[in-house]
T-cell receptor, first 111, second 116 residues
Framework: RKEVEQDPGPFNVPEGATVAFNCTYSNSASQSFFWYRQDCRKEPKLLMSVYSSGNEDGRFTAQLNRASQYISLLIRDSKLSDSATYLCVVNRAGGSYIPTFGRGTSLIVHP | GAGVSQTPSNKVTEKGKYVELRCDPISGHTALYWYRQSLGQGPEFLIYFQGTGAADDSGLPNDRFFAVRPEGSVSTLKIQRTERGDSAVYLC??????????????FGPGTRLTVL
């Protein structure tokens, strides 16, 4: 089993839709969690950190479920510009905090 | 201010050759990471530096790969006897502090390596 797993998609949604992605991780001792966004042939950029209590940034909401070992990203009112790959990142525990990336979930928002 | 820069942006080489990939992190960032990203996959960790020393090189696939950061700023990833399977985008990232439990990593644009 991979350390961090994501459904690669693509998720194909119309503008204005609400879409949610999940990401599961295998190391129960993992300490910190993030969502990154990567546009085609560009570098990843931090979208948001994920906190235990859940957090929201505009149309984006991230949640962490430690018991089931998954994090989620909810995007409301999708825009064409949200089309990208969304990468889940889990920092491996144990002193080194090595960032482990999922393979990413592709989102396509169409008119 | 300037972000993370990487050179070259593209590198085409022949199987068996030696290549060097360079990363200039954001000024003042103490932590520097190298990743490799293949098509359809997320970035795969290779090595990170805290200052000049390699704090964890557990992601380097074999002894053909080596990285240095002699003055705690610029880093060079070196690949000997390149193989076709080394073809990928090599990403560098830096972050301000260590440990990066919650710190943002800033990525460079990557070097696309193609081994013929």
């Amino acid at each position: 089993r991979k350390e961090v797993e994501q459904d690669p998609g693509p998720f194909n949604v119309p503008e204005g839709a609400t879409v949610a992605f999940n990401c599961t991780y295998s190391n129960s001792a993992s300490q910190s969690f993030f969502w990154y966004r990567q546009d085609c042939r560009k570098e990843p950029k931090l979208l948001m950190s994920v906190y235990s209590s859940g957090n929201e940034d505009g149309r984006f909401t991230a949640q962490l479920n430690r018991a089931s070992q998954y994090i989620s990203l909810l995007i409301r009112d999708s825009k064409l510009s949200d089309s990208a790959t969304y990468l889940c990142v889990v920092n491996r525990a144990g002193g080194s905090y090595i960032p482990t990336f999922g393979r990413g979930t592709s989102l396509i928002v169409h008119p | 201010g300037a972000g993370v820069s990487q050179t070259p942006s593209n590198k085409v080489t022949e199987k068996g050759k030696y290549v060097e990939l360079r990363c200039d992190p954001i000024s003042g960032h103490t932590a520097l990471y190298w990743y490799r990203q293949s098509l359809g996959q997320g970035p795969e960790f290779l090595i990170y530096f805290q200052g000049t020393g390699a704090a964890d090189d557990s992601g380097l696939p074999n002894d053909r790969f080596f990285a240095v950061r002699p003055e705690g700023s610029v880093s060079t990833l070196k690949i000997q006897r390149t193989e076709r399977g080394d073809s990928a985008v090599y990403l560098c990232a830096s972050s301000l502090t260590w440990p990066p439990k919650t710190d943002t990593q800033y990525f460079g644009p990557g070097t696309r390596l193609t081994v013929l």
